[in-house]
């Protein structure tokens, strides 16, 4: 502006940066800024909302005692969950070493390749290999490119003893499989070996991918509420007492289970027994850890008054909806006191929570958006990002917890939360989206949401891009709140957000 006045050759040059900065900031905090924070399409609940940290930040050294995130446990009227300890074998086959052996059987080289381990002329090249240790063949007298053969049929022969070995260690572990996952559940045990028992495997037919699928997803790491939330439990329920092809398309968000069933009545007409019996032992198996979860009931939502709780410009925590309940505390659970690591077992996965912003500066913030790039809100994170964050702005803001949580740590978010506060959080479906899926490398399928896309149609409607297009936009101000202090910082950030959800809701492009 002050090269523009002065290019035009103004009677009066443009007031100085820091008195415009300091009218600027005057103005827009009387501006009403509290009613744009709510899509016409999802409502004041969405049923699907999208979280994501982004390093919007400011020096750590303007960072005032004000700021008060949801995470904060308030002294004296926050619950305190002393039931809550942790739960561990939440997976529905307990034993790790059981599951690493399924894995090495599942995975890698196909099994039923015909004559896998004697035929010769799929695992060796088109020349016989001769003995190397033949006196005949090494005469002084060979050539260079003689040589350089010989090596080469050494390292592919080589080779090809290691793929031997590898390919027997596997099956010589697929009796031992089947006895222990004969033992864990029978029905399981004898659907494993029907496919990939000795038996199955000499055969050489290779069976459908959906068993393959649904043999993995039973061995994943994760909870065994991963794979089914409440209504899922309670659909798989439905399709027990019925056992009918209509209520499988119930089963839509099992998409394992939900494959497996679809194939078989198209294939045979019905559910084999294995099948049936293997239902029945997941339903038992996730009720089961979803009522052993069950140790305390929710708060009731209710009115909270507390000075300065409501004014953001203070706080650093906007969201559209009123403080309903307090952020509980957990002694019990050792997590608590200190940093979030971001992974919940050594076993699972590998991906962690990175520190955004250098150490000089603050966390960051933490946005919740709809599937329309709405921002339902936002709050300052001192240090660093963690489950916590999202786990306490939903808790104690929302009445009932969204159907689907999309979140790029949701693999973790989700045993964090359920662990916490399982009532509120047992009909929620936590999700991957499909931008932060790839670097998921240890995650089970039940994590993702191009997972459950594949068998519910409604959910290719969801942008799970939006959080991304939102945290696009605002990179924009982050080397400006950089050099801010926090009452600027956190005004500055309100007013982009008010500024770029009027612009998505009234339809209009931003450039």
């Given at each position: 502006?002050?090269?523009?006045?002065?290019?035009?050759?103004?009677?009066?040059?443009?007031?100085?940066?820091?008195?415009?900065?300091?009218?600027?900031?005057?103005?827009?905090?009387?501006?009403?800024?509290?009613?744009?924070?709510?899509?016409?399409?999802?409502?004041?609940?969405?049923?699907?909302?999208?979280?994501?940290?982004?390093?919007?930040?400011?020096?750590?050294?303007?960072?005032?005692?004000?700021?008060?995130?949801?995470?904060?446990?308030?002294?004296?009227?926050?619950?305190?969950?002393?039931?809550?300890?942790?739960?561990?074998?939440?997976?529905?086959?307990?034993?790790?070493?059981?599951?690493?052996?399924?894995?090495?059987?599942?995975?890698?080289?196909?099994?039923?390749?015909?004559?896998?381990?004697?035929?010769?002329?799929?695992?060796?090249?088109?020349?016989?290999?001769?003995?190397?240790?033949?006196?005949?063949?090494?005469?002084?007298?060979?050539?260079?490119?003689?040589?350089?053969?010989?090596?080469?049929?050494?390292?592919?022969?080589?080779?090809?003893?290691?793929?031997?070995?590898?390919?027997?260690?596997?099956?010589?572990?697929?009796?031992?499989?089947?006895?222990?996952?004969?033992?864990?559940?029978p029905s399981l045990g004898s659907l494993f070996s029907h496919w990939y028992g000795n038996n199955a495997i000499l055969t050489q037919k290779e069976p459908p991918t959906v068993y393959r699928t649904l043999f993995l997803q039973i061995n994943a790491e994760e909870s065994a509420l991963q794979m089914m939330t409440r209504p899922a439990i309670q659909h798989l329920k439905q399709f027990l007492e019925r056992r009918d092809e209509f209520s499988v398309s119930h089963l839509i968000h099992i998409p394992a289970l939900y494959n497996v069933l679809l194939h078989e009545f198209q294939t045979y007409g019905n559910v084999s027994v294995y099948t049936y019996g293997l239902s029945q032992w997941l339903f038992i198996r996730a009720e089961f850890v979803r009522q052993t979860l069950l140790v305390h009931r929710t708060d009731e939502p209710s009115t909270i008054n507390e000075e300065d709780a409501d004014d953001w410009k203070v706080t650093g925590c906007y969201y559209p909806m009123s403080k309903i309940r307090h952020r509980p505390e957990y002694p019990k659970l050792k997590e608590e006191k200190g940093t979030d690591p971001g992974s919940e077992n050594k076993g699972g996965c590998r991906k962690y929570y990175s520190r955004y912003s250098p150490k000089k500066l603050t966390g960051g913030i933490m946005v919740s958006w709809c599937t329309h790039s709405i921002s339902y809100g936002f709050h300052c994170i001192p240090l660093a990002e963690g489950r916590n964050d999202v786990f306490s702005a939903l808790y104690t803001r929302w009445e009932k917890a969204p159907k689907v949580i999309v979140y790029d740590f949701a693999c973790a978010l989700q045993p964090y939360c359920m662990l916490r506060e399982p009532e509120f959080f047992q009909d929620t479906l936590f999700v991957i989206d499909a931008f932060h899926a790839p670097d998921h490398t240890k995650c089970c399928d039940s994590s993702f949401l191009t997972t459950y896309e594949a068998t519910d149609p409604r959910l290719l409607r969801l942008n799970s891009s939006a959080g991304e297009c939102g945290n696009g936009g605002l990179t924009r101000i982050r080397k400006s709140i950089r050099y801010m202090g926090q009452d600027r910082a956190i005004v500055y950030t309100k007013v982009f957000l008010s500024i770029w959800n009027r612009l998505r809701i009234k339809g209009i492009e931003i450039p």
């Open positions: 502006m002050a090269r523009r006045y002065k290019a035009s050759n103004a009677v009066h040059p443009f007031i100085g940066h820091q008195t415009f900065s300091t009218v600027w900031f005057s103005y827009v905090r009387l501006l009403q800024l509290d009613e744009d924070t709510m899509c016409s399409k999802c409502g004041p609940s969405p049923d699907a909302l999208i979280f994501d940290g982004v390093s919007i930040s400011f020096n750590r050294r303007n960072m005032l005692s004000s700021i008060h995130p949801p995470t904060v446990i308030h002294p004296t009227r926050s619950s305190v969950r002393n039931s809550t300890i942790r739960f561990r074998n939440q997976q529905f086959i307990h034993d790790s070493s059981l599951r690493k052996q399924i894995r090495i059987v599942l995975t890698g080289p196909s099994l039923f390749s015909a004559n896998a381990l004697s035929a010769d002329s799929q695992i060796t090249p088109s020349n016989p290999i001769t003995d190397l240790n033949d006196d005949s063949s090494t005469d002084s007298d060979l050539s260079e490119d003689e040589d350089t053969h010989r090596e080469s049929l050494s390292r592919n022969q080589a080779s090809i003893s290691r793929k031997r070995q590898a390919l027997q260690s596997r099956l010589d572990l697929i009796p031992e499989i089947v006895g222990q996952l004969t033992a864990v559940n």
